[in-house]
Every structure is written in C-alpha cells, then in structure tokens.
C-alpha cells in the first residue's frame, strides 16, 4: 500500500494513559529538561530513540534509513531504531495502543488530528520543552504553509514538518494535444477540457473520494473547490459548514462532470490506474506521486505536469501528509536525541537528498539550490514546492478525520447512487457537527 494520504479509521474513544519512557531508556541521563528559554544540549552518553514511521515501501524505505544514517554518523552516540509500519491507518492504531500500555515510542508521525487526540490526553510534548521556545528559528526556514501546520487548536507548536506534498494536476499531453485541448487554467477550463476528450471510451477523469473510514484525494479535490471559490469547509475552531452554499456547489460541480460521463469513481489510485490505460486524461494526485505516476504511464505518451487549476480566490492547493511528534513520557535524554533528530532531517542539506530521493517535497526553500539535478529532471518540482508556502491544512482537531469521511461518504452518495448534492451534505454536517459535539 502507498503513503500519499492515509485512509484512517475513525477515532476511538481512547484514553491515554501515563505511560514510561518511550523506546530504549538511555542507561544515564546526560541532558537535563530544558528550563525555560533553555534548547535541550544533545546527549553526550549513549541513548536510543525509537520512531514509529511508514516510510517502508518503494523509494521511501532507502530514503528514510539514509536520513536515519545520516543522523548517526554525525552523532554516533545516538541509535535510531525505526518501526515501520506497513501504512498510515496500522502506524495510527499502533501509537494509540502503544500510548495506552505505556510502551510509546520516542516519535512518531502524526495527521494533525493524531496529534490534537495525543495533547488532548497529555501524551505528546510540546516543541518549546526541547527547543526552550514555542518558536525556534528554524522555523522562520520552512515555507508559510508548513509554518503554519505545526500548530494545534491552543496556538503552541506540537508537531515538526517531515514528510509533505500538496496536489497536482497530471495529464495525457499526447491526448490533449490530439484533441486540440491545453492544460487548463481554470476549474471551468477543467470541466470544458474533461467533457470534451470523454469519448471513445475515454473519461476525463477517475476518482476515490474514499469513504467513512477515511478520505482520500477525490475528497481532497472537493475541499480544494470549496476554498478556490470562496467557501469555508471549517471554521478554525472545526466547526464544519459542509452544507454550505459553496460546498454544495463544489459537490454539484461533481456531479455536472459525473453526468456528462467526464468523470468515474474508483479504488486504489483510480485515476492513475486510468491514466496509464489511456482510458482517462487527467489525474490528480500528490506530487509525491509522482514516480507512481510516471512507472504507470510508462512511457506509453508525454506525461504533463502543472499547477491545479484556480478558482475565483486564486490559487488554492491543500497540504498532503505528515509531522512528527515526541511523545511525553521518552526520558529527558531521549527527548534531547529526539530533538536534535528533528532539526537535522529538516536541514537543507538533508531535506534536499529526503526530497530527491523519497519524491516528498522539501520543507523548506534553502533545499532547492541543492537540488539543482533533480529539478532539471523533474520540473513540476519548482511549481510544486511554491505552493507550499499558501497550501492549506484543515484544523487540527481529533474529530476532523470523521468529518473528512463524512464528507467521503457524501460525494459517493452523489456521484455512485444519485442523491442530491444538498441532501447528501446535510447528511454529513449533522454528522460531523456530532463529532465535534462529543470531541
């Protein structure tokens, strides 16, 4: 299974227990806790730290355990046991049952709604405990957009950048081309060029909005029409607005592709599966993606690669991805290793061979002039990581998962069983504003 957005199970009522130190205890304790204004020095004496990551498949598990070595052989006195996990909806229900039994790792990654379940029940330890400040310099390096991701529903920051993309639009440029079609500019351009090459057993587009256990990218693609228009899916305390004009509108769009037979439903990467068939014109997907995409095609036609078309707001691209988080309960020297490791995967250097390597973009620009090759070789990548600095993130709270199902199950209701954009979507906020309600 693929890493590009997790199909999760819905959250559970769990508590999260105090629980001892997570992963391997170093045998002394050489970096005291950080007092205020205090960043935690890297231990001195031997410590292992363990990360509960899914970087475990196809380019990413060479990538990660680069970073990994990379890591010890500047501090060899720091062993970095990794616990892959085959995909995102396995790591998530591991960390809660590893937090519930006290057996927590040292890091982990975490959805932004991961993280609000795991603070809410004190389990995971706020960034200025290791930096001595809630806003450590580094930071100010890292694009707008993933500034502002670390960040939970109380304004501290809990979480650290790793692995993030945000969505592109990949084509059949042959077909296009044979059509007399371009890559539109617009959301209307969308709609005119998918009706126009659906022919021939041809259908613009294949999508997975996913379902209630989790949404995937045709859900994804949804939000992203709601905001380029205007509209508001959540306030930013999560209070959700799903049947909205806007959303409403967004999903009837949908439909209006789903009825001129321009558009189809599907399982596991629909649209790329489509794409690489010559049975479909467009799919759009994670730029992490991207090395999918292109073993799929094949070199059967020129793939194209641009920016997704924009709405009346302009230019509006959603956040795709993962942070880490260090769980409390790692002792005072774990905690110091942990935070020197985080600062380190987000330097330039190392963030340009993560990002060259693993096909996620680097968080932050300084990457870019190291990388030179690889964006001469791929040049969505320019595109790509510009829209990380106006990409946004759905509000970090724990019932914000269910909601993104809720509104999974509302475009398939529309689109596979003919029911009414608006009914299905008052179906979804009378859902999801439950969710918040019981927290």
């Not at 196809?58 to 892959?84: C, H, R, S």
């Not at 927590?104 to 389990?123: D, L, R, V």
Request: with cysteine; net charge negative.
């Amino acid at each position: 299974m693929r890493f590009r957005i997790a199909a999760v199970a819905s959250l559970a009522a769990l508590s999260l227990t105090a629980c001892a130190g997570g992963g391997t205890p170093a045998a002394t304790t050489s970096a005291p806790a950080a007092a205020s204004g205090t960043e935690l020095a890297v231990p001195t004496k031997p410590v292992t730290i363990t990360f509960e990551e899914a970087m475990t498949i196809g380019t990413l598990k060479p990538a990660m355990e680069k970073l990994v070595a990379d890591f010890q052989a500047k501090y060899p006195n720091i062993t970095v046991k990794l616990q892959g996990d085959p995909d995102y909806a396995t790591m998530y229900t591991k960390e809660k049952a590893e937090v519930q039994a006290g057996n927590a790792p040292t890091m982990g990654q975490a959805y932004e709604s991961w993280a609000s379940y795991f603070q809410s029940g004190g389990a995971i330890t706020p960034i200025s405990e290791l930096a001595g400040t809630d806003t450590p310099p580094q930071v100010s390096t890292f694009y707008k957009g993933v500034q502002k991701d670390l960040t939970l529903g109380d304004g501290k920051t809990w979480m650290w950048p790793f692995n993030k993309s945000v969505l592109i639009l990949f084509s059949n440029a042959d077909m296009l081309k044979a059509d007399g079609q371009s890559a539109p500019k617009t959301w209307d351009d969308y709609a005119s060029v998918m009706k126009a090459v659906s022919k021939g057993g041809v259908t613009g587009s294949t999508i997975d909005p996913g379902s209630a256990a989790g949404a995937t990218f045709g859900t994804q693609w949804f939000e992203i029409l709601d905001k380029s228009d205007g509209g508001t899916l959540y306030d930013n305390d999560g209070t959700p607005h799903l049947n909205d004009a806007g959303a409403v509108k967004a999903l009837t769009y949908l439909k209006g592709l789903k009825d001129a037979n321009a558009l189809a439903t599907g399982k596991n990467y629909p649209g790329e599966t489509a794409l690489g068939a010559q049975k479909g014109a467009f799919d759009i997907s994670s730029a992490a993606g991207y090395g999918f995409e292109k073993k799929t095609v094949g070199g059967k036609f020129d793939l194209g690669i641009s920016a997704l078309p924009t709405g009346a707001s302009g230019p509006v691209n959603e956040l795709t991805g993962t942070n880490i988080v260090v769980f409390k309960n790692a002792t005072a020297d774990q905690k110091a290793a942990a935070w020197a490791f985080l600062k380190f995967i987000t330097s330039p250097a190392e963030q340009a061979g993560w990002g060259s390597t693993s096909g996620y973009l680097p968080v932050t620009p300084q990457a870019l002039p190291l990388m030179q090759k690889f964006v001469a070789q791929n040049p969505y990548e320019t595109a790509a990581v510009s829209e990380l600095d106006t990409a946004f993130a759905l509000p970090p709270f724990s019932w914000i998962f269910k909601c993104q199902g809720y509104e999974a199950t509302a475009i398939q209701d529309v689109l596979d069983n003919g029911a009414a954009p608006a009914d299905a979507l008052n179906t979804a906020q009378t859902a999801c504003t439950a969710a918040k309600t019981q927290g």
